[in-house]
């Protein structure tokens, strides 16, 4: 197979954001008959970079070639003629039209400016047996499971002679026996001579489907590898970017913590994380690792009240809470600063003061304010604490830049004084200072006495910080590590690759 | 404060059209204890729509709005006549009569924030079966009574003062309190401005929201006591008619937006007045009666026009732009799922 025989050539693509170079230099080549993985950590530049290949953007350097011939595309649907269809990760159908009129949407076939009925549900049974599958096509889309929805977007996809299939995700919403069955319709593709791009966070699906893989990290290309060539372990390494930096333990003497304070004890939630046994113990900083999709953030937001757990008991200082609400999290001391913080953290309206104070008045209800005195006083503290810039409380939330909006998040958090301190991602996207000050702030916070779960992408920063490890792969609690002399980042990354079988 | 320059200079614009049409406009007399002039006249007959307009602000700001506040108008009047006309004491009547818009409030509410119905769809529920319910109040007759205590709510005065403005003034000043005294303003923006941030907040929203919307329908009623307290009889079918509208109106000419968050109760009082006053000046400078709601329709959506920053940027600085960059929006928008 050489270069001759790419049906897909993307060449030095570059795009930049105002403010963000999202993609630089990046190649991808794509072979007819083969399953090529697109691989990365979030914010790497899949996405941009499939959406540069199907003209979404446009690429500010670089080349397409389809074909041997140089293409730009205007748009998704440009793309589709061209012979390049997009599966999104969520299914992008009408639920309410039938199975056949989803897949013929837009190219239905007529006779007389009528749409003709019959040989639109016969095209549609011919797409799906292409897939192996027998559908009633007359039956409405909502009737059929998640997995069967996606091969119908599928056989939409590849209704117009495609020659590249892209999956954006597929599995993310599937069970196992569905993403086998997924597996033997992109196993059929293949021999077809369909070149599949295909994105997944999950790493047995990249390595039981895929023939090789390219890798990019912070949009660029790390390389494109043969999957058989490249263990899981040097695939994390790769993704993650091992910087061989010497890392310097916050935490030097190695402690023993004996006041557990919040305990899991089969607490999960059916389709987010199955059921896992944890203990925070006073004072003690816990890591989480794993990759993106894990079931990291999962596990933060059944302890903190975000989502009901389905099974399993959580005890707070020995006895049984019911976390219901995120309210009731707050009742036994337990904070949250989400990973979003955007969606899930700041209200962008209003001002770094309220912002700050928005967790405090949660507690006290809408008819004990805190009075502006002590408003005051608590956010000046907290602006020059964490030197939050510029300091000036009456701003609104919405002009800070990333790493001062999560200063505020954290600072709304710790006015409170909580026991337990959930910090999902803390330090993504915010400059080397700030997450220097934040690792800080995280060590002096756990001598004082406070429990930190700390969950980062970056092992390095979980390594510094953390007494013990929890490593999550697959949505599973895999693995319970003491942050001793022996644990290093590869050990880390061999435990994430392996799923603690290792 | 510098979202209410566009508002405040718009009334003033049309006080000013008024005083080159009638040159004794803003002239106040004292006529028999009571205070007499055309803008008295704006405030007394703008006080229900003011009413309405700073309940509808709240249910706004959460990222709601609030239809049937026009049916509860109607039935809070219905309710009142009916019990007056049956020798009820005042005090029952207006007791009943708010009671009852406070239990109808908490339903939308509930149906919003309990069960997750878009508001739209949970108040437009209301606002069709609150007229029938108005109805049955009323026997699907005009209910009127004779009721000098009951004629002092809509119709009556306080040391000069219509008795309406007094209200008015009692319940802004008492939403004032409550939202920005107390911390309920800030607790509705922040439901408004990010719902699913605010939960993580600890904020028990659902409960905020059940107040907003109750609070909304506790406008409506005194408004309703007001209008049917004006005439002396309850209408149940015209009572309130689309005041729901002219109140949204009102809220967004204020310059709350209707996708939630900060809200603003100073304007949206400025949002009243020129509803009302442009109601008068089309009287006062003899637009013809057929014309008078496609030239409110204009004026409105001129005013509309005029607070929108990007509207101003290519009306006013079109010409100094001499090549336009090309807009870089559409980039940002699409975002993966």
């Known amino acids: 197979m050489g270069e001759a025989a790419a049906v897909l050539t993307m060449k030095g693509i570059c795009k930049r954001f105002p403010g963000v170079t999202a993609l630089d230099g990046v190649d991808l080549r794509l072979l007819p008959g083969e399953v090529h993985a697109l691989m990365g950590e979030n914010g790497a530049g899949k996405s941009t970079l499939i959406k540069v290949l199907t003209g979404v953007y446009p690429a500010d350097a670089g080349t397409v070639e389809l074909g041997g011939a140089t293409v730009a595309f205007g748009g998704p649907l440009e793309a589709q003629r061209a012979g390049i269809s997009t599966v999104y990760q969520e299914v992008n159908l009408c639920a309410n039209l039938s199975v056949a009129e989803n897949i013929l949407l837009g190219r239905e076939p007529r006779r007389r400016g009528r749409i003709d009925w019959k040989r639109m549900r016969a095209r549609a049974a011919e797409l799906l047996s292409r897939l192996e599958l027998s559908l009633d096509v007359s039956a409405p889309l909502s009737s059929c499971s998640l997995a069967v929805q996606q091969m119908v977007a599928i056989a939409r996809a590849i209704d117009v002679d495609a020659r590249v299939l892209i999956l954006d995700e597929p599995t993310s919403s599937l069970d196992a026996d569905e993403v086998a069955q997924l597996f033997r319709v992109l196993r059929r593709l293949k021999e077809q001579g369909i070149a599949i791009l295909f994105v997944s966070h999950f790493l047995d699906q990249v390595y039981e489907i895929s023939d090789r893989m390219t890798i990019l990290r912070n949009g660029r290309l790390v390389g494109e590898y043969p999957t058989r060539e490249l263990s899981p372990v040097r695939l994390v390494a790769k993704m993650i970017g091992q910087e061989l930096a010497a890392l310097e333990r916050l935490h030097g003497e190695h402690k023993t913590f004996d006041r557990p304070l919040v305990e899991a004890r089969g607490v999960g939630r059916a389709g987010a994380v199955e059921p ?64 979003n913080r955007k969606e899930d953290g700041l209200i962008p309206d209003l001002t770094v003061r309220e912002n700050i104070i928005l967790a405090l008045q949660a507690t006290r209800g809408w008819t004990r304010p805190v009075p502006r005195e002590q408003q005051d006083e608590l956010v000046s503290r907290y602006v020059e604490a964490l030197k939050i810039s510029p300091p000036n409380p009456e701003q609104l939330v919405r002009n800070l830049s990333g790493g001062n909006q999560q200063k505020v998040v954290l600072a709304r958090w710790l006015i409170l004084a909580p026991r337990l301190l959930i910090l999902d991602e803390p330090t993504r996207g915010i400059d080397v200072g700030a997450k220097a000050e934040i690792q800080r702030l995280v060590a002096q916070l756990s001598d004082g006495g406070m429990a930190v779960l700390f969950i980062s992408a970056e092992l390095e920063e979980v390594l510094r910080l953390s007494h013990k490890v929890e490593v999550l792969r697959d949505r599973r609690l895999v693995a319970e590590l003491p942050n001793d002399d022996r644990l290093t980042t590869d050990v880390l990354m061999e435990t994430i690759a392996s799923g603690g079988r290792a | 404060m510098r979202r209410l320059v566009w508002p405040a200079a718009v009334l003033v614009l049309l006080l000013a059209l ?320």
Not at chain 2, 169 to 187: D, E, I, Q, S
Request: aromatic share 6%.
């Open chain 1, 276 to 339: 896992f046994t944890l203990t925070v113990h006073e004072g003690e900083v816990v890591g989480l690792a794993g990759l993106l999709g894990s079931g990291r953030t999962e596990v933060a937001r059944l302890l903190f009240g975000a989502d009901h757990a389905s099974t399993g008991e959580i005890t707070v200082g020995g006895t049984p809470v019911s976390l219901r609400t995120p309210r009731a999290a707050m009742n036994h001391k337990i904070a949250f600063c989400s990973e």
């Open chain 2, 18 to 337: 008024n005083v080159f049409f009638t040159p004794s406009f803003l002239s106040i007399q004292v006529r028999d204890g009571h205070l007499y002039g055309s803008l008295i006249d704006i405030l007394r007959f703008g006080a229900p729509l003011i009413l309405v307009a700073i309940g509808m602000t709240l249910v706004i700001a959460t990222g709601g709005i609030d239809l049937s506040v026009g049916s509860v108008v109607a039935i809070s009047g219905a309710l009142a006549c009916l019990q007056i006309s049956q020798d009820a004491g005042l005090f029952t009547a207006v007791a009943l009569a708010l009671g009852l818009c406070l239990l109808l409030g908490a339903w939308n509410g509930f149906l919003v924030a309990g069960i997750g119905i878009q508001p739209i769809i949970a108040t437009l529920i209301l606002m069709v079966a609150g007229r029938g319910l108005a109805q049955l109040i009323t026997g699907g007759q005009i209910i009127t009574v004779n009721s000098p205590a009951y004629k002092m709510i809509g119709g009556g005065y306080w040391l000069t003062v219509p008795f309406g403005i007094v209200i008015v003034a009692v319940v802004l000043a008492v939403t004032a309190f409550l939202t920005r005294r107390l911390a309920l303003g800030m607790l509705i923006e922040s439901v408004g401005g990010n719902a699913e941030a605010s939960r993580l907040a600890g904020i028990r929203s659902r409960g905020i929201i059940v107040m907003v919307y109750a609070f909304a329908a506790l406008c409506a009623g005194v408004a309703g006591l007001m209008i049917s307290s004006n005439v002396s009889s309850a209408d149940g079918n015209n009572a309130g008619l689309w005041i729901e509208l002219d109140a949204i109106l009102a809220v967004v000419i204020g310059g709350t937006s209707l996708a939630g968050g900060r809200f603003s109760l100073a304007g949206t009082v400025l949002g009243a007045l020129i509803i009302q006053t442009l109601t008068t000046t089309i009287y006062s400078i003899g637009v013809p009666p057929e014309t008078t709601l496609l030239f409110k329709a204009l004026v409105v959506a001129a005013v509309c026009l005029i607070q929108s920053p990007s509207f101003r940027e290519k009306v006013f600085h079109r010409r100094r732009r001499a090549v336009a960059p090309a807009p870089a929006t559409d980039e940002k928008v699409r975002v993966t799922t």
